[in-house]
């Protein structure tokens, strides 16, 4: 993920998991969380976990019609 200008195209941003490849980066005083090497969305199971979700959304939404 590229971090420009603090711009961030992530729904779970910032989720303060370390144990997924995020970090903190503090500067004169600045706290920024730096997920740059985030690895929890790629994983297969979240992934499949993810798309479930929008199928079951998408359904829901169809018989909302």
Known sequence: MNINNSEVNCSFYPCH???I???FI???ELSIWDCSNCN???KKIIV???F???QLMENDFIKLK
């Open 21 to 23: 490849g995020g970090k």
């Open 52 to 54: 479930k979700l929008i």
């Open 40 to 42: 929890y969305i790629h």
């Open 26 to 28: 503090i500067t004169n």
């Open 17 to 19: 998991d370390k144990t």
């Open 48 to 50: 499949d976990k993810i």
